[in-house]
């Protein structure tokens, strides 16, 4: 167990539809990271925060949004759904923002678009 | 943009074997990771690598960043059951819009036959 909690851990939904994914860092972690993966584009890093700020945008689609709250949780908003977006969610948080920093990643949420 | 390559994709052996595997790309990364990815859960960091040239152990894992911190490889000693799943390198860039964002590899599947 890494400490990173996600919710849901699965999640069925139809193409249009808007989706909010949770994350809850380890304890003391400030950053929270999320990649994406799928089987045919691999792990892929969405976007990362750093207490409350976003650090740093990876392959992230305008129709997809995170925040980072007061309380370290973040959230990934996907909205307007395609197939496509099917895909294993995972979040990762670490002590800080260095390039030094170990990123322990949770469960993972398995987003399923009909 | 960055792109890893990671060989082989898949691998078959005998339990009691030697594996090897290993990571290249296309530029340099400050550091490289290796993860450890079993079904229905997050990568989970087996060996991180700081310094180009070092050489890390962690029980019967060796992994070493290459001088020219292009690449990377991992070696497992003496391979049992458990050992089974999918093995990721990952490389993090050295800052600006790479910071702390991970690039990963497209995972070596390992299968050890008992």
């Known amino acids: 167990d890494s400490g990173v909690t996600q919710t849901p851990k699965h999640l069925i939904t139809a193409t249009g539809q808007r989706v909010t994914l949770r994350c809850s860092p380890r304890?003391?972690?400030?950053?929270v990271y999320w990649y994406q993966q799928s089987l045919d584009q691999g792990l892929q890093f969405l976007i990362h925060?750093?207490?409350?700020?976003?650090?740093a945008k990876g392959n992230i689609l305008e129709r997809f949004s995170a925040q980072q709250f007061p309380d370290l949780h973040s959230e990934l908003n996907l909205s307007s759904l395609e197939l496509g977006d099917s895909a294993l969610y995972f979040c990762?948080?670490?002590?800080?923002?260095?390039?030094?920093?170990?990123?322990?990643f949770g469960p993972g949420t398995r987003l399923l678009v009909l | 943009g960055q792109q890893l390559n990671q060989s082989p994709q898949s691998m078959f052996i005998q339990e009691g074997e030697d594996v090897s595997m290993n990571c290249t790309s296309s530029?340099?990364?400050?550091?490289w990771l290796w993860y450890k990815q079993d079904p229905g859960e997050g990568p989970v960091l087996l060996i991180a690598?700081?310094?180009?040239?070092e050489l890390t152990s962690n029980g019967r894992l060796t992994a070493q960043f290459g001088i020219t911190r292009k690449d990377s490889f991992l070696n497992i000693s003496a391979s049992i059951p458990s050992d089974v799943g999918i093995y990721f390198c990952?490389?993090?860039?050295?800052?600006?819009?790479?910071?702390?964002?991970?690039?990963f590899g497209q995972g070596t599947i390992l299968t050890v036959h008992p």
């Open positions: 990762a948080s670490s002590v800080g923002a260095g390039v030094q920093e170990t990123q322990y």
């Open positions: 304890s003391g972690d400030l950053s």
């Open positions: 925060y750093y207490n409350g700020e976003e650090r």
């Open positions: 530029s340099i990364f400050n550091t």
């Open positions: 690598l700081y310094k180009a040239g």
């Open positions: 990952a490389g993090r860039g050295a800052g600006g819009t790479s910071y702390g964002k991970l690039t």
